[in-house]
């Protein structure tokens, strides 16, 4: 049976474990902190370049690549910004981590901001997460009166506020420009790029934004250096993921698992194999930006390069599997009709063609589909990649189009309804 | 009269000097004002918070109807959300929903008579291995739930004193 190679889930997965601040050092928390401290910050960047470290929120960009493009010199103010809003739909990890051992986020923030040479954080937490922010702040209130943070962190020169910000209920403040635009009070609508965050992010400022889990494995390789954290996964997917699995499985869940194993293994034993002895039809891998995998599909390593090599994306590690009883075209309306209530309005590619693509679903839903609509679908779908500010028009268009392309006869099924009634 | 009570202010004043600008916080802000003003923002809340935040009547507007949460009607006390979304909705998300208007006798988004409940359909909450799920006031969300389940929480709710 496989086993979850824990790292981040160490000590959530140990029995009793409450997650408080004594608990955490009990645990051996905080002692990668004075280790971090007692670095240069260029030091720490390049440790996390070395560690082949890729951010943990969808798009697997490289950690210590994206910390080395802050611009140098500027006189302004750096930012760190953990984007903690968590809104892929199938993705539920961050919340976790955040719930259950809040310190160790804390300490990879802690670290992170040394390394950016960031004296004021925010964490950007979805607003209809209060019972997590509440939990959040109370771990940062212990943190300031454990001296981990304010004037001197851990008895250091280093100097770091931390503030949670909570949203307010948009998907797209996910999108790390975004994000920024939201924490300044404004409504979420990505940015033009360029100029990159690195370069005018936060307030004008040079800033980062990274995933909770992200930062959350700093501790990690700051205790046991890059290349132990290299030699976990296979080459350029290090480390471990915490992999969020929904839909029908025996064992919905966060599992952490080493980047590399194949997907069928984690459908079929980390989350107990189709529940009710269905057989498998379909697997989103990546959140619903993914195209969707046939279960003739799945024998793959589950890792960043593999399923971009499938055409597909790991995204935020998200799995949503589908029994043999699923009708894809309720799920390709599902899709839809979330990315159509989430487009921002700001390109007309996504404003209309979301609008649009929901439509045209509702027709096969109401038994009303046919053979040109099916084209138009890929062809409405099609219209949309590319042609959007930020990547939503690709995240709605490529999975849009893939339903159609690969389960053509469930679309075909709300045809015959049309032709019987 | 549309005002923050003293200690309210001494926290706003607290969260802007936490930011560059005060009308960075204006999200959190808001979300103070529905937490102080029976879970909505009236007109001249609306107007306080422009003056508040050293921004325009219309920035604030613009923010409000761009994001979920921000209500200009008063909600019910208990505000319920379901989730359709992709994992929840094939795993019985509707069939809570449809379940719980048919409870409640009302529609999603709209606000029962007395006053208690609110319901909401709502896109992913980040909980989808409780799918199907419901939230209640931003809380932790609650499942897996059965309709039954999500029928008796709400006779619970109406049985208790207000």
Redesign the interface.
Known sequence: MAEERLMLLKNIRTPDYTGDLKAYRAAGGYTALPKALAMKPAELVELVKASGLRGRGGAGFPTGMKWSFMAKNTGKPNYLICNAD???????K??LLMMRDPHQFLEGVIIGCYALECH?SYIYV??????AIRNLQAAIDAAYKAGLLGRHVAGTDFEL?L?V???????ICGEETALLD???????QPRFKPPFPAVAGY?GCPTSVNNVETLTCLPWIVHNGAEAFKAIGTPNNSGTHLV?????VNK???YEIEMGVPLRTIIEEFAGGVRNGRKLKAV?PGG?SANVLKAGEVDLPYDFDSLAKAGTMMGSS?I?V?DED?DMV??AY??IK?FN??S?GQCTPCREGTNWLKSMIQEFMDGAGHADLMQRVERVAGNLLGTTICAFGDATGGPMRTFVQKFPEDFRRHMAMAKAS | MARFSDAVMREMNALFRRYPAKVHALLPVLHTVQRENKGYLSRDWVTYVADLCDCTVNHVRGVITFYNMFRTEPPGKYRIRVCTCVPCGLCGGDRLLERLEHKLGIHAGQTTDDGLFSLEESQCLAACDKAPMMQVNEEEPLGPLTADQAERWVSGKRKQPA
Not at chain 1, 126 to 131: A, K, M, P, V
């Open positions: 968590e809104s892929e739909p199938g993705t539920f961050d919340h004021h979805r607003g209809e997460s209060q019972y506020d503030t910000h909570p949203g307010a209920g948009a998907y939201s924490l300044e009070g404004k409504r979420g307030n969020s699995i929904s839909g029908h919905p869940g966060v989103i619903c998200a949503m589908f699923t309720e799920v599902r899709t979330f209530h989430e921002c």
